[in-house]
């Protein structure tokens, strides 16, 4: 009976003794959040904070999805004004898909592709004493560049390159 129950005890222990003692780092990079505090100067300017997740590994990519306020300066307004006083806050959402050629877990730098939208509202004379609301816009959002992001570090960092802009970004996990 007492050998009986120590084989049913073992058995039943058997796969969470395995899960436990294999690596799990693979597992729980799935659906990891961090924080990013991005910087960019160009056609569009924005500071903005990002909430990213990581939504899918496959191989050597990883797909990262971004959401936060961001507050912009476009070079160029949605009614075609160049170098108009047209500023405002936005929500930006983004997607962007690193690869390397190790696997994503394993590489402290990453190739990053990434595109998505602004979209806020856009006020005009806004050095005056009474900003003036204009009107709701959505802008597109594309950039290249290179992230730093260690698996043995929580530290994230990023240089990019995006339609007439030039931008980085400084995070955590």
């Known amino acids: 009976m007492k050998k009986t129950l120590i084989i049913i005890s073992f058995l039943i222990l058997i796969p969470y003794i395995s899960a436990q003692g294999q690596e799990t780092d693979s597992l729980e990079i799935l659906g990891e959040q961090s924080t990013t505090l991005d910087f960019k100067v160009g056609s569009i300017s924005n500071i903005a904070v990002n909430f990213e997740k990581v939504l899918r590994i496959k191989g050597n990519t ?39 050629s190790v696997p994503y877990h394993l590489r402290d730098t990453h190739f990053e592709i990434s595109g998505g939208i602004y979209f806020g509202m856009t006020f005009i004379n806004y050095y005056n004493t009474k900003p003036k609301f204009a009107f709701f816009h959505i802008y597109p959002k594309f950039s290249l560049g290179a992230r730093g ?22 995070g955590s996990k």
Request: charged share 15%; net charge neutral.
């Open 62 to 100: 990883a797909v990262i999805r971004s959401f936060g306020p961001a507050y912009i300066r476009p070079l160029i307004t949605m009614d075609g004004t160049i170098f108009d006083e047209a500023q405002g806050p936005s929500i930006l959402i983004s997607w962007s898909r690193l690869s390397g």
């Open 149 to 170: 992001q260690s698996p043995t570090s929580d530290v994230i960092t990023r240089v990019y390159i995006g339609f007439l802009s030039i931008g980085f970004s400084v």
